[in-house]
């Protein structure tokens, strides 16, 4: 049987562009997934809808589909932005008087509550960052024989000067970016847009792993960056529509090329255009492992 033509805008080309799955008639799709710290509110929910709702249209169309999202639970700064604050996880554990599995084994359960309230669909994996570490830890050292990152007293930074396309993706370039806009810049740094692939424990953290720099914790943007999940080797980060990550593009390819993957962005605004909710900064997508377009 055909199938019908699937052609989904893309944000690399700025154009719609014809959906070719790697495999006929099957498209896995990875879609970001809950930071499991608290509840999920109402514009999360809207986020998590939209994968749901592509499944949906391609099975109806005739595809099958597979679905990858990850739950993050180590590593989600309170200001992620500029890639600094406090974990998000250890300040739930700490509010709440709970160890951090305990915070995310009942949040991600509360999700999943939650997304089943709303007839959203589970995904057939939900892969937690702490249950990949080894597998960022070699990412991290491939980047830093590569010459792609650095490290300095135990923290691993990804140098942003040894991707020539960063940016491409979100358009916005190295020379764009405004040091210490709201803040002073890590002064560690190679240069300001610089970000953290592994983060030096310091004393007294709750949540630290052994590496060859020291113990340590991963920094958001490599987690599940290229795990590998039910034998397929999936692209494990996606780029939100209001801020586009050109660190998850850089980090899954240190050689420079932009990834061949069709990628998916919505935004996070009501009908009058505020958004959904206060901490509803950044807007999320779907990455689809549809192969060459």
Same mark, same amino acid.
């Given at each position: ?149 650095? $490290? &300095?007293? *135990? ?9 020539? /396309?960063?940016? +491409?993706?979100? =358009?916005? #370039? ?53 795990? $590998? &999940?039910? *034998? ?9 529509? /209001?801020?586009? +990550?050109?660190? =998850?593009? #850089? ?43």
């Amino acid at each position: 049987m055909k199938l019908s033509q699937v052609r989904l805008y893309s944000t690399l080309s700025r154009t719609k562009e014809e959906v070719q799955p790697l495999q006929e008639g099957v498209v896995r799709i990875y879609s970001c997934g809950p930071t499991v710290y608290r509840y999920v509110h109402v514009g999360n929910l809207r986020t998590f809808m939209l994968p749901d709702i592509l499944r949906r249209s391609l099975e109806y169309l005739g595809y099958k589909t597979e679905q990858v999202m990850n739950v993050t639970d180590v590593g989600h700064l309170t200001d992620d932005t500029f890639d600094r604050g406090e974990d998000k996880m250890l300040v739930a554990a700490r509010l709440e008087n709970k160890s951090t599995e305990d915070i995310a084994a009942y949040y991600t359960g509360a999700f999943l509550d939650d997304i089943g309230k709303l007839n959203i669909r589970p995904a057939e994996h939900y892969p937690h960052a702490t249950r990949y570490i080894g597998q960022m830890l070699e990412l991290i050292e491939k980047l830093i024989d590569a010459g792609n990152a650095y $490290e &300095i007293e *135990g923290t691993v930074y990804y140098d942003i000067a040894s991707f020539p /396309a960063y940016g +491409r993706l979100s =358009r916005n #370039s190295a020379a764009k970016l405004m040091a210490g806009h709201r803040g002073e810049p890590d002064p560690l740094k190679r240069h300001p847009g610089d970000f953290t692939l592994w983060r030096a424990a310091g004393q007294n953290r709750l949540q630290t792993w052994p590496s060859q720099w020291g113990p340590g914790y991963p920094g958001w943007h490599i987690e599940l960056a290229d795990g $590998e &999940i039910g *034998g397929q080797l999936l692209p494990h980060h996606r780029a939100g529509g /209001a801020r586009v +990550r050109p660190a =998850r593009v #850089s980090v899954s390819r240190p050689a420079g090329e932009v990834p061949d993957l069709a990628q998916l962005q919505h935004g996070r605004r009501g009908r009058g255009g505020p958004r959904l909710a206060a901490a509803a900064r950044s807007s999320r997508g779907v990455v689809l492992a549809a192969g060459r377009r």
